[in-house]
Structures are given as structure tokens and as C-alpha cells.
């Protein structure tokens, strides 16, 4: 797991137990609730490093999580780290893996605010428009039922065969994207 040691080290500057409840504030703000503040560990740092220790700690506990890392592996990425530091990372995450993971997961599902719970399909021949005699294309009516913040609500469309083709690739590719993020 590549980790930035560098911007991790800066963790030393801090007292152990201003630290730990760093990790926590940081873990915390992971999950949703309000993130830690620089004026209360501005005495630490300058803003600059600031960002650094917020975001590489913010990166190690996202990619230890999700990538299920052991003590062993968290030990290696943080190798070169004074023991203190390394000693309060792993103990952030093992305290905190279930929490992490469960905002981890929930910010995946949250990409949109609606979700498909229905769906149906008819497939039409158009014999004719107003202005051609004979067209004779297939179309698809597509009716997608969503729901958004508990109301649901119905989309229709209608399909030729060129945009029916658009709508599949579009789709296979988000399938491949949720599998890799899956991986």
C-alpha cells in the first residue's frame, strides 16, 4: 500500500495524546460528523502542514480499510515512522475499522440521490411518421420507475435502435466500474 510516510511523520510533531484524539476527529469526519478544526492544533502545525497530516491520514485510514490490511501490512506501509505514530494509526483503525467501513460503503452507495426500483420494457415497430410513408423502425419504450428521497417517480423513454445501443454500452460500462471498485 503506497502511503505518504512523509506527510505521516508530520504526526510526531503532535503529543501523543492530542494525536489520538486527532485520528479520532479525522475517523469521525470520515464518517459524517464535523472534521477537526485547525485552530485547536494550530500551536502543531502551519496550515500547510495542516493539509498534509489531515489528508494523508485521511488517505491511510480509507486504503487500510479498504483494502482489509492486517496489522502486518499496516506495520510495512507505516515502516520508517517513529513507533509512536505507527502506534496510533493502528490502533485508530483497528478501534475504528467497523465505523470506517460502513461510511466507506455508504458514500459508494451514495453517488445519486435516486435509485431504479422498477423497470419495464415494449418493444414497437413504427410503420409511418407524418413525414415519411414507410418507416418501418423498431423502437423500445422504456419505463423506468425511481425513487428519490421516498417518492417515487416514473421515467419513460423512447428508444431507437442507435440510442438503445448507447444506453447498453453506457450501462456495461458502469457494470465494469462497480466491479472494479468491488475488486
Known sequence: MATPTKDLGLLSKCPTADMEKLLHQIADSLAGHHR???QDYGKIWSLDEWFQV???CEMYLKMTVKKDSTKDDMKSALN???QDVQD?????????R???KKALIGNTATISQSHLTDFDWKLKLAMSSDKISSVQEPLVSLDLSLTEDGTNRLVSLELDKQ????LV???????????QLKT
Open 163 to 166: 440510442e438503445l445501443q448507447k
Open 98 to 100: 467497523d465505523d470506517l
Open 80 to 82: 520508517g515512522l517513529s
Open 88 to 96: 496510533q494509526l493502528m490502533e485508530c483503525v483497528t478501534i475504528r
Open 36 to 38: 477537526p478544526r485547525y
Open 54 to 56: 489531515t489528508q494523508s
Open 169 to 179: 454500452s453506457s450501462l456495461e460500462t458502469a457494470n465494469r466500474a462497480v466491479l
